[in-house]
């Protein structure tokens, strides 16, 4: 076995690494500048790392990915404000209005395999830069439709290109938990006995040295390198391999702030750019203040994507994908932007021996050692087995598809078949609930509004108030101001659910978190019936968006733990097929019900809510044990 002798019992010298083969020849010294070994604790271990540091790199990235999340919310949320400024002008019904609220969702369902196998194949980065550019340009696009299918469209493809922008928790958080090799910890120890530091079982006489933690039962980051998630996936992993495990999760809790941020902002943007006296008319061309406000907010995408040409490309696939050269540029400029300094150390050129050698040697390696290493080593994934070139030919994307098949089979299977029944079946009831009434509530505070102002002093339900607009077939592109200041408070009732969630999910758990933010949200749904007055319609929408969204966070926190390794990801991708879906139909039936028997739909999204918050007392409690 491979072993190594620490010259020194103190950690202020530098450590020497005597590396043995199992016929003991030595095959050289490397030399370790102590002062960059961090000490961290991980369950009962404790890990020494070599890492090339966390500062000003990190947090600029942290500013660059929260940007893209806080763009893509608006993203999301910007027709809530379209609905009722451009009815006038694309000749909008409450059915064409639900089909532009279900057109995004119908992008991103799309979206999501598309995105999963160019990232797997050209890059984060790359795709992540095209998915911003195509959602800045058909913003753009969208602002100057003059016509409701052509803008149906547009949005259609945003939300194609959303999906490459947005990701969800799951990718990253499990990232996070798996201890292996990633780039700001390139090479990982585990101290035993005195001063020696023992290494895995290795294969071959070749080797220089190399470094892993031999895990219990748990394969680490071997199978997550498949990226079927689709690039919904893309923002979080991007962030999450540039991070140290210490650090990962409260960076990546500051993500949900910049959606709140998001949701907080955009009625900000819409209360003061759509009530301009912006309007250009011709024969064949309308551009009123809805448009500007379309194009505005089209912009940040362009942005954001411009700056993110300035970053690297993520470490972790350059390393799996045979490009080391291009990895050590991307390690020296994180060294360099976490230290200013322009002087790399010596053992970061190490490191990069260390890897390649280990290429070299893996290819050599008998058949029954390759089985072996998967449950000792992460440092490569089951993705770098097959040559990213391949990927690029027919053959290889079918090789591709037919994994995806293979792990979709395997969900559908016990032992796994419960929870994916069970977390599919929840990501239907909570997105369509969640994502149909978010884009609907400036749409229903503009027909309260209408209706008190009309009838003074009256009560009146959503249902009341709908039935009167339909009714009334007035057209009035005029939007009152309320209606913005009762959509940024709901942005800011989001705020303190989004720090509840990081302060107390490992004292009270996520399940618990999923199941009362479920069955609450549903009893506040059936409530939007019985209020009489804008007032209250307000307080129930704060209460309702605060504890779905917090529900949105946390189900992918507890799908973490539910499946192994090399199932996650596959079930993160079909559980939110589900909830595009969910959101698809929701918008739909919402749209054609609102005006014609708006209690049809309250019953169904409240039954959605408690359905989904009583499936959750069937999942087993999260966050206790070791990852699969």
């Known amino acids: 076995m491979f072993h190594t002798q620490v010259v020194g019992n103190s950690f202020d010298k530098l450590m020497t690494y005597d590396v043995y083969t199992t016929s003991k020849a030595n095959l050289g010294k490397r030399f370790v500048p102590t002062e960059l070994i961090k000490v961290y604790r991980h369950s009962d271990q404790t890990s020494y790392y070599i890492s090339y540091g966390f500062g000003k790199f990190h947090l600029l990235l942290l500013i660059l990915c929260g940007l893209i999340y806080l763009d893509t ?115 990982m120890i585990r101290p035993t006995a005195g001063t020696e530091l023992l290494l895995p079982k290795f294969f071959t006489a070749h080797v220089k040295c190399v470094s892993a933690l031999e895990r219990h039962s748990h394969d680490g980051l071997e199978e997550p390198r498949k990226r079927i998630t689709g690039a919904m996936g893309i923002c979080y992993p991007y962030l999450g391999e540039f991070q140290p495990t210490v650090h990962r999760e409260k960076i990546l809790c500051w993500m949900e702030i910049f ?110 050692l390759k089985g072996r290493t998967k449950s000792i080593i992460s440092i490569e994934s089951q993705r770098s087995q097959r040559d990213v070139g391949d990927l690029k030919s027919a053959s290889g994307f079918k090789v591709l598809f037919a994994e995806i098949w293979d792990q979709t089979k395997a969900l559908c299977k016990p032992p796994h078949l419960r929870n994916t029944v069970l977390t599919c079946a929840v990501q239907f009831g909570l997105t369509s609930s969640y994502f149909t009434l978010m884009v609907w509530f400036p749409e229903l505070f503009d027909r309260f509004q209408v209706f008190e102002s009309e009838h003074p002093g009256m009560r009146g339900s959503v249902c009341d108030v709908s039935s009167q607009a339909d009714s009334s077939g007035a057209c009035d592109h005029e939007i009152d101001t309320s209606v913005y200041l009762h959509t940024l408070i709901i942005g800011l009732a989001c705020v303190p659910t989004s720090f509840w969630l990081p302060l107390c999910v490992h004292r009270l758990g996520a399940k618990f978190f999923l199941v009362f933010s479920l069955v609450v949200a549903g009893g506040v749904t059936i409530g939007f019936y019985f209020i009489g007055n804008s007032t209250a319609n307000l307080v129930l929408s704060c209460i309702f968006e605060a504890l779905t969204s917090l529900a949105i966070s946390t189900v992918f926190c507890v799908m973490v733990d539910l499946f192994p390794t090399n199932l996650r990801v ?31 739909p309250i019953l169904l999204f409240t039954a959605l809510l408690l359905g989904s918050g009583g499936l959750c007392l069937l999942l087993p409690n999260t966050g206790k044990e070791q990852l699969d």
């Open 73 to 187: 919310a608006i993203g999301i949320t910007l027709l809530s404000f379209v609905l009722p400024s451009a009815q006038c002008d694309l000749q909008l019904t409450s059915t064409d209005k639900g089909w532009l609220t279900a057109s995004p969702m119908f992008g991103m369902m799309l979206g999501s395999y598309f995105w999963g196998c160019l990232a797997d194949t050209q890059g984060r980065k790359i795709v992540l830069v095209a998915a911003l550019f195509l959602d800045g340009i058909c913003g753009v696009a969208s602002s100057i439709s003059q016509y409701f299918g052509l803008f149906l469209f547009f949005r259609l493809l945003n939300g194609f290109g959303i999906h490459g922008k947005r990701s969800q928790l799951l990718r990253a958080d499990e990232a996070g938990q798996s201890e292996g090799f990633f780039p700001s910890c390139p090479v």
């Open 570 to 600: 596959m079930a993160a991708a079909l559980s939110l097929t589900f909830g595009r879906a969910g959101a698809l139909i929701g918008s739909l039936v919402f749209g054609y019900l609102i005006d014609l028997n708006c209690l049809v």
């Open 259 to 368: 959606w709140t941020g998001g949701v907080i902002l955009l009625p900000g943007l819409a209360w003061v750019i759509i009530p301009l006296d912006v309007r250009f008319v011709s024969d064949h061309f309308v551009f009123g203040s809805w448009n500007l406000f379309v194009l505005v907010c089209s912009l940040p995408s362009l942005l954001v994507g411009t700056w993110l040409l300035t970053f690297p490309e993520s470490p972790k696939f350059l390393m799996e994908s045979g490009r080391h050269d291009e990895a050590m540029g991307v390690f020296k400029r994180m060294y360099q932007g976490n230290h200013n300094e322009q002087l790399i150390p010596t053992w970061a050129y190490l490191i990069a021996d260390i890897v390649k050698e280990y290429n070299k040697v893996k290819s050599l390696m008998p058949k029954e």
